[in-house]
């Protein structure tokens, strides 16, 4: 490791909600963080706001909904020189109210870009960066939501997440095709569904290339973060009164900061070095708490579609599609 450099760790969409009390609480334990946001001045703004000591974060442009913005800053890193110890794949995107869907430059839709294509790549071209990495206990961590498993409470709600086949994905993924399983546009199901990936790719990366490197591959759900600026592209009753239904009636409200915390212990702490793992707090807002590793959804663990997953999402963002026999 470079002469007095501290553990450095880059996290997407830091500079708001989740992302940004995980790059708070890290910086406070001593980490450098890379802000990788796609508005610069906000993330500037952001830290400051939340007292982000200088010289304790760096900020670099991405936008995961561009792939070739994403390659641009795989590239301005490797060239920066600094070694990486973690990558935070945490920004996201939800529009529930999109009658059309949105598209990436390259013609995919955008939230299955954003959330999903985006980080995929991310990961795929920083892991060279890792391997070289000479940081000890080096992690990836990918931010899950419950909403990506229908067979608990809260993510009973539908549409229910649902990838078919990757037709979708197999056929191209561009207009008129703007859905995993090539079936009709749903805003909220697209979500959903970029979310199951995000797990896959998880579990993909473990089995693929943990034993080899000794990269910790993890997810997290931190808890209901209700108030997030995820929910700002809804309607403003909803955002009104969603968090006062999970603080009074689901008791499942969990604080920004809290939630960034837990984020960065996932990150940090010894005991979250367990690759492949999906961990949770639980339904209640108590640093207390202990996280545990929760059963994903039966998508989100069925190898045989972490396979077509990624495969179709190789070829759709232009990586080698290597299997472990390959490393």
């Known amino acids: 490791m ?3 450099q501290k553990p450095t ?4 969409g830091a500079s708001s909600g989740v992302g940004l009390y995980a790059a708070k609480a890290l910086t406070d334990r001593g980490w450098h963080v890379v802000m990788a946001c796609r508005d610069v001045r906000k993330a500037g703004e952001a830290a400051q706001s939340v007292g982000m000591e200088q010289g304790s974060y760096s900020i670099m442009h991405i936008d995961l909904g561009d792939l070739e913005s994403v390659r641009r800053f795989a590239r301005e890193f490797s060239a920066s020189g600094r070694f990486i110890r973690a990558l935070v794949c945490n920004a996201a995107i939800y529009m529930p109210l999109l009658k059309q869907p949105l598209r990436s430059p390259e013609g995919y839709e955008l939230t299955m870009t954003t959330n999903h294509l985006g980080h995929f790549l991310l990961c795929n071209l920083m892991l060279e960066d ?3 990495s000479p940081e000890a206990d080096k992690r990836v961590v990918i931010l899950g939501t419950v909403t990506h498993n229908p067979d608990e409470p809260g993510g009973k709600v539908y549409p229910r997440p649902d ?4 037709e979708g994905f ?3 993924f561009k207009e008129p095709i703007s859905m995993a399983d090539g079936k009709k546009f749903e805003p909220v199901k697209a979500y959903k569904d970029s979310k199951v990936c995000n797990v896959l790719t998880m579990r993909e990366l473990h089995r693929r290339y943990h034993e080899s490197t000794g990269i910790t591959f993890t997810s997290l759900y931190p808890g209901c973060v209700a108030d997030t600026p995820l929910f700002r592209n809804h309607y403003p009753t909803f955002q009104k009164l969603f968090p006062l ?3 009074y009636i689901t008791k499942g409200y969990v604080s920004q900061e809290l939630a960034g915390e837990r984020v960065a212990a996932v990150v940090a702490d010894p005991e979250f070095k367990q690759s492949g793992a999906y961990w949770s707090w639980g339904n209640r807002n108590s640093e207390k708490r202990q996280a545990f590793v929760q059963k994903v959804s039966s998508q989100a663990r069925d190898d045989d579609k972490g396979k077509l997953m990624w495969e179709t ?3 759709l963002v232009g990586v080698a599609c290597e299997t472990p026999a390959m490393r």
């Open 2 to 4: 470079q002469q007095n």
């Open 245 to 247: 239904f999970q603080k």
């Open 9 to 12: 760790v880059v996290i997407t």
């Open 130 to 132: 890792l391997k070289k």
């Open 313 to 315: 999402t190789a070829k």
């Open 163 to 166: 990838l078919g086949k990757f």
């Open 170 to 172: 197999a056929a191209g």
